[in-house]
């Protein structure tokens, strides 16, 4: 069975802080691993996603994350955080036909 | 493109009526939709694999005579909510998955907001 395990429920950086959010994931075969961004109140926006080849991907507003199969991990990673990117951030993990297993999520609140 | 939509955005219904949520894909067909509940503070929750044409996979535990889904078009799936109640006040959350695309991303409607008086 396919599993994501984001370990911090809450982190707090300073606005132009970089920022890293874990993600562990246990699957099978190979993943397809996502990263969602949701503001409060709706729906999910896809950052980015990774399906094969390079193993550091780049995503929408500045945010990247690096696969490491050795790791199980898909940490994503934003150098310079801005006030907007307070959010709930999820990892998430998809086999075949889409059907995706999400993470409890990460709150992340920025610091002016 | 790729734009998922849902109606209503927010629905304020009292015990024992039945509401319905459509999801549409804006501007692509998609070969699968999906519904999920996720509750405040909490993640998303699958709730049913949705194929048009066909009955809807309805995952452990989730009671399908109450969470009627209908896929009647590659670009519209319905869920109903029959005879509410407030514990199922929840954020229900559809995606669709683009036909003929090889990687099967998702793509997540706004959300809808019901609240069961």
Known sequence: AQSV??????????????????????????????????????????????????????????????????????????PSVHWSDAAEYFCAVAGRAGKSTFGDGTTLTVKP | GAVVSQHPSRVICKSGTSVKIECRSLDFQATTMFWYRQFPKQSLMLMATSNEGSKATYEQGVEKDKFLINHASLTLSTLTVTSAHPEDSSFYICSATLQGSSTDTQYFGPGTRLTVL
């Not at chain 1, 999910?44 to 991907?57: A, E, I, M, N």
């Not at chain 1, 199969?69 to 934003?78: E, G, V």
């Open chain 1, 5 to 78: 395990t984001q370990p911090d429920i809450h982190i707090t950086v300073s606005e132009g802080a970089s920022l890293e959010l874990r993600c562990n994931y246990s699957y099978g075969a190979t993943p397809y691993l996502f990263w969602y961004v949701q503001s409060p109140g709706q729906g999910l926006q896809l950052l980015l996603k990774y399906f094969s080849g390079d193993t550091l991907v780049q995503g929408i507003k500045g945010f990247e994350a690096e696969f490491k199969r050795s790791q199980s991990s898909f940490n994503l990673r934003k």
